[in-house]
């Protein structure tokens, strides 16, 4: 218990919560504890009934059964993964601008759902935002080579494409992935692709509430548009214009 406990604590504060709560929400469900009827993302009741909840709970709640267990499994990996690579990555000492972008993404992800004409849908969010995080670690990563199941080996930005069809093979819905995908392009191209390689203007900013309560613990960057230290360094080592190197990668697998 005590290697599981050390294990915990390693774990990057955000993704650690965020985890924690991947886990302890479905099983609150899985009790009975809460009918996993208040715990979906239901447009009608959330938007007519003033259910302000369900778009939190549906961040967290997964229905955990014979049929999705695994697909389930599967994904808090990916979130475990590639949430604390993120987190101690590119955002490293930057914890309010890494909730930045989880906040970004969440509503981003809550208003694509909840414009959906059919207000009947049963929703959960899990998946779309998990997929988002894997994006844009996949977009800082680009050209790395990474390996999937059976040894397989391609670019890690294919590596979002991959996972949508693993997903849907094990039971997924390609339109959660597919939303995922799609907001976290957004959220790179904002945060990184316009202002950095287009010379556009940062559209993105952190709030500084979220600095007040998060502080960065490196006195190092803060606010979007801004490339991280290991960012930095490696576009000033290019010569001439070209396109940035978006930090070092990592196989899948990877600890």
């Not at 967290?60 to 990996?77: A, C, D, R, S």
């Amino acid at each position: 218990m005590s290697d599981l406990g050390d294990w915990f604590r390693s774990i990057p504060l955000i993704t650690r919560y965020w985890f924690a709560g991947s886990i302890a929400v479905p099983l609150i469900g899985k009790l009975g504890l809460v009918s996993p009827v208040y715990l979906f993302l239901w447009p009608d009741a959330f938007i007519n009934r003033f259910q302000i909840w369900r778009p939190i709970t549906a961040t967290f709640f997964f229905p955990v059964g014979p049929g999705t267990g695994f697909l389930y499994l599967v994904n808090l990996y990916f979130l475990y993964q590639y949430s604390s690579r993120l987190e101690t990555g590119a955002f490293d000492g930057r914890p309010a601008d890494y909730m930045f972008m989880l906040l970004f993404n969440w509503i981003c992800i809550v208003v694509s759902f909840c414009s959906s004409p059919d207000f009947h849908n049963i929703l959960l969010l899990m998946i779309p935002l998990i997929m988002s995080v894997l994006y844009v670690w996949a977009q800082l990563n680009r050209d790395m080579i990474v390996s999937f199941w059976f040894g397989t080996r391609f670019k890690a930005c294919y590596l979002p494409w991959v996972i949508l069809g693993f997903n849907y093979i094990i039971g997924g819905s390609v339109i959660n992935e597919l939303i995922g995908n799609l907001v976290g392009h957004l959220y790179f191209f904002l945060m990184f692709k316009y202002p950095m390689d287009l010379g556009g203007r940062n559209f993105l900013s952190t709030p500084q509430f979220l600095y007040r309560w998060l502080p960065n613990r490196r006195g190092g960057v803060s606010g979007f548009g801004i490339p991280p230290a290991s960012m930095r360094r490696a576009a000033e080592d290019q010569q001439g214009g070209g396109r940035h190197n978006w930090g070092q990668g990592f196989r899948l697998g990877d600890q």
